[in-house]
């Protein structure tokens, strides 16, 4: 079990309980101090004029609230904006919301009752996901339409999903004898009122970037073995020398990765040996093409800003995104703004900036691979059956083109794209949400372009006939990926062999050696 509260939850333990099924536990310290906060909130709350409690919300909080109409105020505020439209979101992607909302409630300065997070933990932990739609949050004030559609699950009410179908929630919660949530004080306001949806879509999108990498960077020293290509670009000195941490690191497992290569070649070998130069037009490139020479200088900065998305990104995670702040230990509550989701926004659109340069890499060195007269080794589109006759990767290589070019239109930022709202209430707001699910979708596409990357390495290295001189990493994934996708000459439709590839790279944990990026 992963334990929540206490102590930081952080990208693995999240990734545990998103793709692995791990079920959450509660820490009993911090289930007494979720309490001792519900409990001087009671108490605090009394004959006090306090935001959300006995007020109405945003602009309407000029207006008092009577006693006897505080508790049905929360249901007001869960019913009425409970209006997202568009897409669901996929019951990962709900479950991964749950999860940031639960870490942040289990900090104890949210003044919710103990029977939310007990209710939570157990949505969680049964695969019980809200049906939350992914449009309507602006990412001011949280993501409150995302996580009104939580609050009505939670009551009661709206829809889940529960083993892929959709279900009404009140006839999941009687199967399961699921009691729904009665509000006691806040817990509506508590709920809307943070920065969650954004926050578990972000660290579901850290994670899968991090393959991408990996993979990104396995296929570009695949294409260096193929084309036989000479090993100073990611040398240790020449990188040393540049003082950016995630180049170095790249130079640093490109090495890792060929070690054991018989492919690729020594320059002092072959254009640093005299006998070699006694020619005027050398057949051998004396440097290849960028992507294939630059592989550390293009996903260093990748590598770099993945890390620094997953440090703001767990930072928020482990953080308390209410509004007011219910602070037990200083005998006060605090009115703020700890909803407005910046930070996620920015690290989004940045990390989706990131990971359309990686993608455009991969439909670089896709082409090269496919245009005979730029690598001069390869028939055209690496056809090996008949040309003219047959087509090899030729169909292939438009999707992947035209995924990358909706991957370049999508990497417009959201974070400078505020639209006021609320009645100028919420005057600057982050879109974080729609930054988080932008992203998501950037990162989808670029499994697609990389699918299509590796059919096209196979398909080159069955040309070449070269699998006995590839290194041990590269072989191993040669080996693993022909038992998905066979070598083929013959044309035949390949999308659900790119389809079942694609769904590898997702979800594979094959390249073990990369598991310190």
Not at 306 to 319: D, F, G, M, R, T
Not at 382 to 406: I, K, R
């Amino acid at each position: 079990m992963i334990l929540v509260g206490q102590s930081t939850l952080t990208l693995e333990n999240f990734a545990e309980i998103l793709y692995k099924h791990q079920e959450v536990a509660l820490n009993e310290a911090a289930l007494e101090k979720v309490k001792t906060n519900f409990e001087f909130l009671q108490q605090f709350s009394s004959n006090k004029l306090i935001y959300g409690i006995n007020t109405g919300f945003g602009p309407m909080a000029q207006y008092k609230v009577n006693e006897e109409n505080i508790l049905q105020l929360q249901y007001n505020l869960i019913r009425s904006h409970s209006s997202g439209s568009g897409k669901l979101m996929s019951a990962e992607l709900s479950k991964a919301l749950m999860v940031a909302r639960l870490n942040s409630f289990m900090l104890a300065y949210s003044g919710v009752h103990l029977d939310l997070v007990e209710l939570l933990k157990e949505l969680i932990n049964k695969n019980i996901s809200p049906c939350i739609y992914e449009h309507g949050g602006v990412g001011a004030s949280g993501d409150l339409v995302q996580l009104a559609h939580l609050g009505l699950v939670l009551i009661g009410e709206g829809e889940v999903i529960f083993e892929g179908e959709v279900h009404p929630t009140i006839d999941i919660f009687n199967r399961f004898n699921i009691k729904p949530l009665s509000i006691h004080i806040r817990e509506g306001l508590a709920v809307l009122n943070g920065t969650s949806a954004m926050t578990g879509i972000g660290m579901l999108n850290i994670i899968q970037a991090r393959k991408l990498l990996n993979w990104s960077l396995m296929f570009s020293s695949m294409i260096n073995e193929i084309v036989e290509a000479f090993d100073d670009h990611y040398s240790q000195e020449l990188n040393a020398v540049k003082r950016h941490k995630g180049q170095n690191k790249i130079a640093s497992l490109m090495r890792d990765i060929l070690k054991d290569s018989k492919m690729i070649r020594d320059r002092s070998e072959h254009l640093y040996n005299p006998d070699n130069l006694d020619q005027e037009v050398f057949e051998d490139k004396v440097q290849e093409y960028y992507s294939l020479r630059c592989v550390t200088q293009v996903l260093g900065p990748i590598f770099d800003t993945i890390v620094q998305a997953e440090e703001v990104l767990v930072n928020e995670l482990n953080s308390v995104n209410d509004n007011p702040v219910i602070d037990h230990l200083n005998h006060n509550i605090f009115h703020g703004g700890n909803f407005h989701g910046d930070y996620v926004s920015l690290e989004m659109d940045k990390l989706k900036t990131a990971i359309t340069k990686l993608s455009m890499l991969s439909e670089r060195q896709l082409n090269y691979l496919l245009n005979s007269k730029l690598n001069q080794k390869l028939p055209p589109f690496v056809n090996l059956g008949v040309l003219g006759f047959n087509f090899g990767m030729q169909g292939m290589q438009f999707t992947a083109t035209s995924t990358v070019a909706e991957n370049q239109t999508l990497s417009f930022p959201m974070y400078v794209h505020s639209i006021p709202n609320n009645n100028d209430n919420q005057d600057i707001v982050s879109m974080g949400c729609n930054a988080a699910l932008m992203t998501k979708r950037v990162v989808d596409n670029s499994f697609e372009v990389l699918a299509i990357q590796l059919m096209t390495i196979l398909q080159a290295i069955d040309y070449l006939e070269c699998q006995d001189r590839l290194s041990s990493l590269s072989r191993s994934l040669y080996d693993t990926v022909r038992e998905i996708f066979p070598k083929f000459i013959e044309d035949q439709p390949k999308y659900k062999e790119a389809k079942k590839i694609k769904e590898f790279l997702e979800s594979t944990n094959h390249i073990n050696a990369f598991a310190g990026l």
